[in-house]
């Protein structure tokens, strides 16, 4: 079967960039992937943004983002599945050079969040839910996943204390990334005495809007072979499905159908299990997220994800190190970086340029990135040779 | 009319609109596919099971039990003067889930995932205004028009 690989990496720092419009952001994550690389724009086929729009001003993103990284006249075209846009770029690179019609393409998520006023936002987070039964009743994003916490906590015995614990974990690791909007570790004391959201999720349960661009460029086998000078981390298991939009149709709410298809998918794939992945990145958007993935993933047993992060197992030399850039939690998220973010740290973790996060000898990696409440869900798993 | 249904409503147009006629004459309805019979709530027009669009409105009983609930803090644009309010959801006897505000009847003390609940169609009219809605209470609780949204 064709490969593609990963040739060049790119990231520009994640937070509230007031310096910036989303165009120079991208293009910021574009220029580092491109110099790391080493290739020119002349090498480029096509490019795919992963974005989501109604945050921006400006319509048509791809095209103003396409203009401003100078790579017209070559093609373009946006990816929106809400906070899995990211990764769904991803795939759709994979998807055209698997289908022989273009050879390298830079992949570019990037998002502004931080311009839209509070009013907007406050509209906005009102129509994340189904808008026609459930909406009505003002429903949250945070309020969601604290009905899938809620009924997690009466399933299973999970405890607000282990949620936390994720967030403590992700500050922790987020205080050594140079890109997260917040480089602060935090005690559980200081998460515990944060203000109430959602019951029974509080502000440290809960990731921030931020904005942020990061970038991978995609090359066929042979190109890839020809122009990176650096181990070439391969795509070999990509896993993607959709759940309800209404969690009115969901068959539970302790996870989500998409992530566990979607998993399944990719590491069948990817000829794997879930006991071979040295290093994941998860879609944490909320504290029980993260422990929701661990399970929906199989690097536990569905339940006793709490248990996971209460016995550290997802910090480095743990089962299976979880998030070592901070997450979206303590990275930041802003919505259509996220997933081209989370593969451009596991790039990071299996060529051993991680630093002090580094997960020692990693050669197997997961992204795990979903859009909403698990509309959509990409699993993606990334090997080096 | 469905653009009575909710304190905000997003959707005024939908095929099954007669269903903000029957909850302001006090009536929860679900649909039934006339060609295969699947029952659904909340109602659809066109059937997820057969893709049959021809349906047919059945009431309810409005029984269910808790399945799950959040207290919100933080509200969205057109629900800031309800803050905190508690959302639940409930599993419906006959067919599908329910989302809802957990009303006055039970007590926040009192809320429990696994309890019974009734499904109560509440009606808020003024002069040249109208709003439908639903709330989550007590079993035995029977439906009323009210004063406010509140």
């Known amino acids: 079967m064709a490969r593609v690989g990963i040739i060049g990496i790119g990231h520009a720092a994640f937070g509230r960039r007031s310096d910036a419009t989303v165009q120079e952001l991208a293009f910021e994550a574009f220029r580092a992937a491109m110099n790391d690389a080493g290739i020119g724009r002349s090498d480029i086929d096509a490019s795919v943004i992963g974005s989501v729009p109604e945050y921006h001003k400006q319509r048509s993103l791809a095209g103003v983002v396409q203009e401003y990284l100078g790579l017209n006249p070559k093609p373009t075209w946006l990816t929106e599945v809400a906070c899995a846009s990211g990764c769904a770029a991803v795939r759709t690179g994979w998807m055209s050079i698997m289908a022989g019609v273009h050879r390298v393409v830079a992949i570019v998520g990037c998002q502004k969040m931080t311009e839209l006023e509070t009013p907007e936002i406050l509209a906005l987070m009102g129509r994340v839910g189904e808008v026609q039964w459930e909406s009505i009743f003002g429903t949250t994003f945070p309020g969601y996943y604290a009905m899938f916490a809620r009924r997690h906590m009466h399933e299973f015995g999970t405890t607000h204390?282990?949620?936390?614990?994720?967030?403590?974990?992700?500050?922790?690791?987020?205080?050594?990334?140079?890109?997260?909007?917040?480089?602060?570790?935090?005690?559980?004391?200081?998460?515990?005495?944060?203000?109430?959201?959602?019951?029974?999720?509080?502000?440290?349960?809960?990731?921030?809007?931020?904005?942020?661009?990061?970038?991978?460029?995609l090359a066929d086998e042979e190109r890839a072979k020809a122009l990176c000078k650096?181990?070439?981390?391969?795509?070999?298991?990509?896993?993607?499905?959709?759940?309800?939009?209404?969690?009115?149709?969901?068959?539970?709410?302790?996870?989500?159908?998409?992530?566990?298809?979607?998993?399944?998918?990719a590491y069948e794939m990817a000829g794997v299990k879930p006991t071979d992945i040295n290093v994941a990145e998860v879609h944490d958007c909320f504290t029980i997220a993260e422990i929701m993935a661990c399970e929906d993933l199989g690097f536990c047993k569905k339940g006793d994800g709490g248990k996971l992060i209460a016995d550290r197992q997802t910090y480095i030399g743990g089962k299976i190190p979880v998030n070592l850039d901070g997450g979206l939690k303590a990275k930041g998220h802003p919505v259509g970086a996220t997933g081209v973010s989370m593969t451009v740290e596991i790039a990071k973790q299996l060529r051993g340029e991680a630093g002090e996060r580094q997960v020692p000898n990693a050669r197997i990696g997961l992204t795990?990135?979903?859009?909403?409440?698990?509309?959509y869900t990409f699993v993606q798993i990334l090997r080096r040779e | 009319m469905f653009k009575w249904f909710g304190k905000v409503n997003f959707s005024p147009f939908t095929k099954v609109s007669a269903f903000a006629d029957h909850l302001k004459d006090g009536r929860v309805m679900g649909s039934r596919c006339t060609k295969c019979g699947a029952l659904s709530f909340p109602p659809r027009a066109d059937c997820v099971e057969c893709m049959h669009d021809g349906f047919e409105f059945f009431e309810i009983s409005g029984k269910g039990t808790l399945h799950t609930y959040t207290k919100i803090a933080v509200a969205p644009t057109g629900f800031d003067d309800m803050v905190p309010y508690t959302v639940g959801l409930a599993d419906l006897k006959e067919t599908g889930r329910i989302v809802a505000w957990i009303g006055e009847t039970i007590p926040e003390e009192e809320i429990k995932i696994g309890m019974e609940i009734q499904v109560v169609p509440r009606i808020f009219e003024e002069r040249e205004k109208i709003k439908v809605y639903y709330t989550l209470e007590k079993p035995g609780t029977t439906w009323s028009k009210t004063d406010s949204m509140n």
């Open chain 1, 161 to 217: 204390e282990q949620m936390l614990s994720v967030a403590v974990k992700n500050h922790f690791y987020g205080a050594k990334n140079n890109y997260a909007m917040f480089r602060k570790e935090i005690t559980i004391e200081k998460a515990r005495d944060s203000d109430p959201v959602a019951s029974p999720l509080q502000v440290f349960d809960c990731c921030a809007n931020a904005d942020g661009a990061a970038c991978v460029i």
């Open chain 1, 230 to 265: 650096k181990p070439v981390i391969w795509l070999t298991g990509m896993g993607c499905a959709t759940s309800s939009m209404s969690v009115l149709r969901r068959p539970n709410l302790v996870g989500l159908p998409s992530a566990q298809i979607a998993a399944a998918e």
């Open chain 1, 368 to 375: 795990h990135n979903v859009g909403g409440i698990g509309q």
